[in-house]
């Protein structure tokens, strides 16, 4: 991630729409591309810098999406599964009825009691049956069952059909989500494409000096016990491995994906995307700052990171880079929690 900080969303799309118009002769071939004057490696660092920020905020919004979307699909399974169990006991309950009427009817006739059972007019016959002195005790007991298990019926039906809408929806949203990041990051590579090999390695590679950076798989040697030590052992054994929007591990991550896995292997259980993680956790200042806690970054806290202590963060910074150490200024400081 660069060290410029870059304004707010809404300005920062607006100047990267510019800066797209601007810098057209990267990705306009012919006589009208040539008459552009050709943006400087600077520029260009910017342009891709704040492109790949809104493609990171997208991807959180498109993880609480995701997120929501498992839920509902989750619950909408418990659903079903409860419905086609109360459908069999209201079945047993109707049979029940059935048989009592069809033995009375080879008696010699159906019980009065009975045959206003089996009227459609359920409510009316239990008021008439609690007037009269009958001997359908038992199967009063048995229809107000019934009429129970239809009003289940038709709550879990509705409860179900509502929760299959919500899904709709929300597979919808994501699938938007998931193609507007990928339209962010394709915007990117059609930047790059019109650089030269050196320049594009140079943006690639951002501008904060390597020696910030540690990429190679070594333990965590720092003072922390317990369960820190176990989140940070486990973020220290990701160091190398690629960001990838939307991914959880154990290959790859993006920034909230490494946290949620790393708190998990401390035994904290994170919600799914920064801002939630942001929200759940206890907010503490800046110069409170221990190893172990979140940090998060810009004002939307689209961005977490691990703080290790000594100024140092690790996190998954975004795509085409991997997780790594940096320092903990290298981005535009939103706030910090602890768990």
């Known amino acids: 991630m660069s060290r410029h900080r ?11 729409v510019l800066a797209l118009g601007a810098g057209g002769a990267l990705l306009l071939p012919g006589a009208a591309a040539q008459a552009e004057p050709r943006p400087s490696p600077d520029q260009v660092q910017r342009q891709v810098d704040a492109l790949y920020e809104d493609a990171e905020a997208a991807t959180e919004q498109y993880n609480g999406l995701q997120e929501r979307r498992e839920q509902l699909q989750t619950r909408t399974g418990g659903l079903q599964q409860e419905l086609a169990v109360q459908q069999e006991q209201f079945n047993a309950l109707r049979e029940t009825l059935g048989a009592v009427a069809a033995a009375q ?33 038992t199967q009063v007991g048995v229809l107000r069952r019934l009429q129970e298990q239809q009003r289940r019926l038709d709550g879990l039906r509705t409860e179900a059909a509502d929760r299959l809408a919500e899904l709709d929806d929300a597979r919808r949203a994501a699938a938007a989500k998931k193609a507007e990041v990928q339209g962010r990051l394709a915007e990117v590579q059609r930047v790059l494409g019109g650089l030269k090999a050196d320049e594009r390695a140079r943006v690639l590679a951002g501008d904060q000096p390597a ?39 154990p290959g790859s991550y993006d920034c909230s994906g490494l946290t949620l896995k790393a708190f998990a292997a401390g035994g904290v259980a994170l919600p799914r995307t920064s801002q939630a993680q942001f929200a759940a956790g206890q907010k503490i200042a800046r110069s409170q700052l221990q190893p172990g806690d979140l940090v998060f970054y810009y ?15 690790l996190h998954a910074p975004r795509t085409g880079k991997t997780v790594e150490i940096v320092g903990v200024d290298v981005m535009p400081y939103a706030g910090a929690v602890r768990y």
């Open 6 to 16: 870059l304004p707010s969303p809404a300005t920062r799309r607006r100047r990267t």
């Open 105 to 137: 009817y080879r008696d010699g006739g159906i019980d009065p009691a009975i045959r206003l059972m089996l009227t459609s007019d359920a409510d009316g016959y239990l008021d008439r049956a609690g007037r009269q002195d009958s001997a359908a005790t």
């Open 211 to 249: 020696a910030s950076r540690g990429s190679a798989r070594t333990p965590y040697t720092g003072p922390a016990t317990g369960r820190t030590r176990d989140i940070l052992d486990f973020a220290h054994a990701q160091l190398g491995k690629p960001y990838v929007y939307g991914a959880t591990g």
């Open 299 to 313: 004002s939307d806290l689209h961005h977490v990171g691990i703080y290790l202590g000594d100024g140092r963060l």
